[in-house]
């Protein structure tokens, strides 16, 4: 009949092992939600800069045609002052033809800009799509990682759970719950050995009427420090634990 505290012992081994396999799954959910969210977010990115570029292209056409209709407007313009004969008349249409030069310019000039943020915005956009490619393999990969984790772990997590449950069973309630409680509050490590004289959890020395209360392993004693439950080996059995 094994004693409250080694019971206590074996049932820590149980919880720390289920405690790191579910912290691995979480883990993985978590990396996949991150991954997730960064895939949305960059493919929200990446489709404003379509838009972005749809529009910079269909003005950089505008402006295009815009200068076609212009320089076809001016050359017709120059072949007819060649058959005017009135002054008046050939003074108006050098003043077109002026114009029209002015219009070309201005016209040039701003299908330049644009052309500058086509560019600019398709460097964007493909670094965009890039980054985005990158994101969603990084995120498939890390969803089938952990579809490879639950399915390993899932049934060691469910078995162990069992034993967890049969365990308790022997285990009087209000020993449990301080026992749980030390094992949230204390990082997992609720139960710890007394070697030598010394509480392996904060590594003080307990004081030697307690070890001797510990070696009797009637009942349950906590470190005067650290307040974690001491467990004491007979020394031929220290080395194998
Ligand atoms: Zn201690």
């Given at each position: 009949?094994?004693?409250?505290?080694?019971?206590?012992?074996?049932?820590?081994?149980?919880?720390?092992?289920?405690?790191?396999?579910?912290?691995?799954?979480?883990?993985?959910?978590?990396?996949?939600?991150?991954?997730?969210?960064?895939?949305?977010?960059?493919?929200?990115?990446?489709?404003?800069?379509?838009?972005?570029?749809?529009?910079?292209?269909?003005?950089?056409?505008?402006?295009?045609?815009?200068?076609?209709?212009?320089?076809?407007?001016?050359?017709?313009?120059?072949?007819?002052?060649?058959?005017?004969?009135?002054?008046?008349?050939?003074?108006?249409?050098?003043?077109?033809?002026?114009?029209?030069?002015?219009?070309?310019?201005?016209?040039?000039?701003?299908?330049?800009?644009?052309?500058?943020?086509?560019?600019?915005?398709?460097?964007?956009?493909?670094?965009?799509?890039?980054?985005?490619?990158?994101?969603?393999?990084?995120?498939?990969?890390?969803?089938?990682?952990?579809?490879?984790?639950?399915?390993?772990?899932?049934?060691?997590?469910?078995?162990?759970?069992?034993?967890?449950?049969?365990?308790?069973?022997?285990?009087?309630?209000?020993?449990?719950?301080?026992?749980?409680?030390?094992?949230?509050?204390?990082?997992?490590?609720?139960?710890?050995?007394?070697?030598?004289?010394?509480?392996?959890?904060?590594?003080?020395?307990?004081?030697?009427?307690?070890?001797?209360?510990?070696q009797?392993n009637?009942?349950?004693?906590?470190?005067?420090?650290?307040?974690?439950?001491?467990?004491w080996r007979a020394e031929g059995e220290e080395?194998?634990g």
């Amino acid at each position: 009949m094994p004693t409250k505290i080694e019971v206590l012992a074996t049932l820590q081994l149980v919880d720390q092992s289920l405690r790191a396999k579910t912290r691995t799954v979480a883990e993985g959910e978590g990396r996949v939600a991150a991954l997730e969210e960064a895939v949305s977010a960059q493919t929200a990115a990446a489709s404003a800069a379509r838009v972005e570029l749809a529009a910079l292209g269909a003005r950089q056409r505008d402006l295009e045609g815009r200068l076609a209709a212009a320089e076809a407007k001016m050359k017709d313009r120059r072949m007819r002052i060649t058959r005017i004969r009135n002054d008046k008349e050939l003074g108006l249409a050098r003043r077109e033809v002026d114009l029209l030069k002015e219009e070309i310019g201005t016209l040039e000039t701003e299908l330049m800009a644009v052309m500058e943020q086509v560019e600019g915005a398709t460097a964007k956009l493909s670094g965009l799509a890039a980054e985005l490619a990158r994101l969603a393999a990084e995120r498939d990969r890390e969803a089938s990682e952990l579809r490879e984790t639950l399915a390993r772990l899932s049934t060691e997590i469910e078995r162990e759970r069992a034993t967890r449950s049969e365990l308790v069973q022997t285990i009087d309630g209000d020993l449990r719950r301080k026992y749980e409680m030390i094992f949230s509050r204390r990082g997992g490590l609720a139960v710890v050995e007394v070697r030598g004289g010394i509480c392996q959890g904060c590594r003080m020395r307990v004081p030697p009427q307690l070890f001797n209360q510990i070696q009797r392993n009637a009942e349950v004693i906590l470190c005067p420090s650290c307040q974690r439950m001491l467990f004491w080996r007979a020394e031929g059995e220290e080395a194998s634990g």
